[in-house]
């Protein structure tokens, strides 16, 4: 196994699982896992940190009780993501019913009723 003290640079992931990697991007059209954020290269000094971080998602009642500094860490992060997310449907609806107006102003009403 690796050390929880080993760097991000010093770990040499294989290409068989790098490809693994991109093979689901690519099935998931390139949404990551809600996860990987502990992972990324230079956001954390050690795998141990990352691993902790990672646990503490996965575990938010265990992260409550014992890290709960971690915990409203992540709540934020979790909040901010729903805000984007909410911001992102609400353009895309209103592109959509934009889209629907005007294609119905094109329409005759003698047709629309029907």
Aim: one cysteine or more; charged letters at 30%; proline letters at 3%.
């Amino acid at each position: 196994g690796v050390s929880y003290d080993a760097t991000f640079e010093s770990v040499d992931v294989p290409e068989q699982i790098r490809q693994m990697r991109r093979e689901v991007l690519e099935r998931n059209q390139g949404r990551k896992d809600d996860v990987e954020f502990t992972f990324k290269k230079g956001a954390w000094a050690h795998l141990g940190e990352a691993t902790l971080w990672n646990r503490c998602k996965s575990h938010m009642d265990v992260a409550e009780r014992w890290y709960p500094e971690n915990y409203r860490k992540i709540k934020q992060q979790q909040l901010e993501l729903t805000m984007e997310e909410k911001d992102t449907k609400l353009t895309n609806g209103q592109v959509e019913a934009n889209h629907h107006a005007n294609r119905n102003a094109a329409i005759p009403s003698s047709i629309k009723a029907h």
